[in-house]
């Protein structure tokens, strides 16, 4: 059974960046056939996209969160990172990182979350 | 990049009601659009993608239709388990977008 699971600090200073690790586990993340993806939710808000990455490197992102975004891949460690800078308070969010396949498929695999809260 | 509007935002039902969420998507997708449930504190669960294909394990009381730009969810016989939010998220383009998501309450 796949797994997937976040962990990072839950409290980053504002200006400075957010960074948070996906670990899978079941499966590997070299696997020709998915992406993997990160998603977040602001408290009581909708999800939002932030970006994906194949095992090669490949990487898509939100445009509007582009400038700020780096996702990087980690074959050996079967782990894939986020990372977010210059937060503001606007990026208080439970942050969730997810499979999905190639193809135009959703997400099939989620993690269960990691609350990130930007306070100073 | 492509706009997902569901509607109602919020929708009260009794247990054993038939309930139907609609999403829209501002240009075509075809049928590569997927719906999920989201409990509070939970992670979102896939129910249905390619508009129409019931995800393994989901009940059969969930159904999707549509294609192009419009979409429709249906819960035939509402269960309590059943209340929640759902999101629609189209899956035909980069950056994926979701719906802003449709809260099932207790009537």
């Known amino acids: 059974q796949l797994q997937l699971q976040e962990s990072g600090p839950g409290l980053v200073k504002p200006s400075e960046t957010l960074s948070l690790t996906c670990t899978v586990s079941?499966?590997?993340?070299?696997?020709?056939?998915?992406?993997w993806g990160w998603i977040r939710q602001p408290p009581g808000k909708g999800l939002e996209w932030i970006g994906s990455?194949?095992?090669?490197?490949?990487?898509y992102y939100n445009p509007s969160l582009k400038s700020r975004v780096t996702i990087s891949v980690d074959t050996s460690k079967n782990q894939f990172s986020l990372n977010l800078s210059s937060v503001t308070a606007a990026d208080t969010a439970v942050y969730y990182c997810?499979?999905?396949?190639?193809?135009?498929?959703?997400?099939?695999?989620w993690g269960q979350g990691a609350l990130v809260t930007v306070s100073s | 990049d492509i706009q997902m509007t569901q509607s109602p935002s919020s929708v009260s039902a009794s247990v054993g009601d038939r309930v139907t969420i609609t999403c829209r998507a501002s240009?075509?997708?075809?049928?590569?659009l997927a719906w999920y449930q989201q409990k509070p504190g939970k992670a979102p669960k896939l129910l249905i993608y390619?508009?129409?294909s019931l995800q393994s394990g989901v009940p059969s009381r969930f159904s999707g239709s549509g294609s192009g730009t419009d979409f429709t969810l249906t819960i035939s016989s509402l269960q309590p388990e059943d209340f929640a939010t759902y999101y629609c998220?189209?899956?035909?383009?980069?950056?994926?977008?979701f719906g802003q998501g449709t809260k099932v309450e207790i009537k």
């Open positions: 997810a499979r999905h396949p190639l193809s135009t498929r959703p997400f099939d695999y």
């Open positions: 079941g499966g590997s993340i070299s696997s020709s056939s998915y992406y």
């Open positions: 990455i194949f095992y090669s490197g490949s990487t």
């Open positions: 240009r075509g997708i075809s049928s590569w």
């Open positions: 390619a508009a129409s």
């Open positions: 998220q189209q899956a035909n383009i980069f950056p994926r977008t």
